[in-house]
């Protein structure tokens, strides 16, 4: 018996081993720079008024306008008609001395964005809190859930704090920490010590199924929510599926989702010289998941998606983190990497045995075709749970894989409406279907009276192109056929505070144009060599 137990023991450690090379990002990220206090952003006022604007409020209504939103004491109060298109509209309300208006005629009014998969900056990575957050609220992203607290559960309680109190230039944050324990019992006991902390949620690895009901157990008691990354090395165990009806709340990426779909096989069908730790054996072989699964639109295929529907499951895709996976060139290469990334996240991104995401040993085009292959799979999918009415949230994952802060978070937007996502069901995503997940909705992730005055507003529309929502805007022809910028978020508001999205990203070039110069840097493609060398 002592020996079963000893060869036991010795598996499960070696299991825990193996499972932190899922996120030895976690393990790394100790030591990130903290937000300074807050220097930007209007307000709070006594009264904020938005005047002029269309509508796009989250909850999937087509666009309205234009209205009039006010706000008092950071919550809607009135939301109004400000006239008929086409014809003069009414005049603004009038404002007292401690009242702010906004003039919005023209442009287009959407609830704050939620990312709900968003790690603020790492210490491999080199990227401190304001870097991360002044992107975010660039690309009008007014709430994140931290999934894990890899800068120490401490340093994102007291940034969301400092972020609820607005005394830093933050998104809202919710905060997700990670649990675990050897028995059933142990883990309750730091799910209970999570929970009277302050954890919004947990973010949880693959665990032994007994410890995982156990932690799913006790969170639903204390009242938190769950979000797990069912690694390869315990999927077999415990699939999505098996996760979601012991209480799991949302599935982060996809792992998990194929084998609960899985119908003549119980594993993966690796190649026999496959290892987990070897990251190319790991993401390349995840490109060839999908296809193992049941059929799209089979019968095994929905008898699953009735199962997730059933029981209220939220799933959180970020499909933009992967994206490198199926065209490496166009991660690389994104147009926003010259002036918004840092040197160390640079460095961090390319080809390198340590870095976690960072796999690309020798990427081929057979690697890119079965990833494309599979988004279509994992795409078919997401778009039709959708449209049976099940939960889609949206995250990025970003700090990894050539993905940028706020940037990667707009790309998503764009992977959803390729899926087959209309792009009012893309902004809905974006925001109530995230407020949802995080039992928020009554809150934020809509614009309606008596929640929060979180907005993300813009000067093109983004249900024509989704691509005016980035940072770096949209090319467009002009009247004198010379192609110009446009888009960009124009103003931020979160908690009533009124931010120029702009300014904010200025800020965010001149940290990166200063690291540059600080260190001679220039962005050299993986493989090429230094100009003049």
């Not at 309750?188 to 032994?208: C, D, H, I, Y």
């Not at 938190?224 to 990426?253: F, P, S």
Request: charged residues 25%; neutral net charge.
């Amino acid at each position: 018996m002592r020996a079963f137990s000893f060869w036991r023991n010795l598996f499960f450690c070696s299991l825990a081993v193996a499972a932190l090379a899922v996120m030895p990002f976690y393990v790394q990220a100790q030591g990130v720079l903290k937000a300074p206090p807050r220097a930007e952003g209007e307000g709070p006022f006594e009264r904020l008024i938005i005047y002029g604007g269309i509508l796009i409020d989250g909850t999937g209504a087509p666009p309205i306008g234009p209205m009039t939103i006010i706000v008092e004491q950071n919550r809607i109060t009135q939301i109004r008609s400000a006239g008929n298109p086409g014809l003069p509209m009414r005049p603004a309300p009038q404002i007292g001395p401690n009242d702010k208006l906004v003039d919005a005629t023209g442009m287009y009014i959407m609830p704050g964005f939620i990312d709900m998969h968003a790690h603020m900056g790492g210490s491999r990575q080199g990227t401190p809190a304001e870097y991360v957050y002044k992107l975010w609220l660039g690309h009008g992203i007014t709430t994140i859930r931290d999934p894990g607290s890899g800068n120490g559960f401490d340093w994102s309680l007291e940034a969301q704090e400092k972020s609820n109190n607005d005394e830093i230039t933050a998104p809202r944050i919710e905060v997700y920490t990670r649990v675990g324990g050897n028995t059933p019992e142990e883990a309750r006991q730091r799910v209970v010590e999570a929970a009277q902390k302050g954890a919004n949620g947990l973010k949880l690895g693959s665990m032994r199924p007994d410890i995982m009901r156990a932690v799913l157990d006790e969170a639903r008691r204390q009242g938190i929510r769950t979000g797990a990354h069912l690694a390869q090395m315990g999927v077999v165990r415990m699939n999505a599926l098996d996760a979601a009806k012991m209480g799991l709340t949302t599935l982060e990426h996809w792992y998990g989702l194929p084998e609960s779909m899985f119908y003549n096989q119980v594993v993966q069908d690796f190649p026999l010289d496959y290892n987990y730790n070897n990251e190319q054996d790991r993401f390349g072989q995840a490109g060839r998941l999908w296809k193992q699964a049941a059929e799209p639109f089979s019968e095994h295929w929905y008898a699953i998606m009735d199962e997730f529907l059933a029981l209220d499951f939220t799933f959180v895709p970020t499909m933009t983190i992967y994206e490198a996976s199926r065209d490496l060139m166009r991660a690389r290469r994104a147009e926003w990497h010259d002036e918004y990334t840092l040197p160390s996240l640079w460095r961090f991104y390319k080809p390198d045995r340590n870095s976690h995401g960072s796999y690309w040993f020798y990427w081929t085009t057979e690697d890119e075709i079965a990833w494309k292959r599979n988004y279509q799979l994992w795409m078919a999918f997401l778009n039709e749970y959708k449209n049976r009415g099940g939960r889609v949230a949206t995250g990025s994952d970003s700090g990894f894989i050539y993905k940028l802060y706020g940037f990667g978070y707009i790309r998503e937007l764009e992977l959803l409406r390729e899926a087959g996502f209309h792009p009012l069901e893309v902004i809905r995503s974006a925001t109530l279907m995230g407020a949802e997940a995080l039992g928020r909705d009554d809150e934020i992730g809509s614009i309606e009276v008596g929640k929060l005055a979180d907005f993300a507003i813009v000067e093109e529309n983004p249900l024509q192109n989704l691509k005016v929502l980035y940072g770096t805007g949209a090319i467009k022809l002009n009247e004198n056929n010379e192609p110009i910028r446009v888009g960009g978020i124009k103003y931020t508001i979160k908690n009533g505070i009124v931010y120029d999205a702009k300014e904010l990203l200025a800020d965010v070039r001149k940290m990166v144009a200063d690291a540059k110069k600080k260190e001679n840097f220039e962005i050299i493609q993986p493989g090429a060599k230094k100009k003049g060398k």
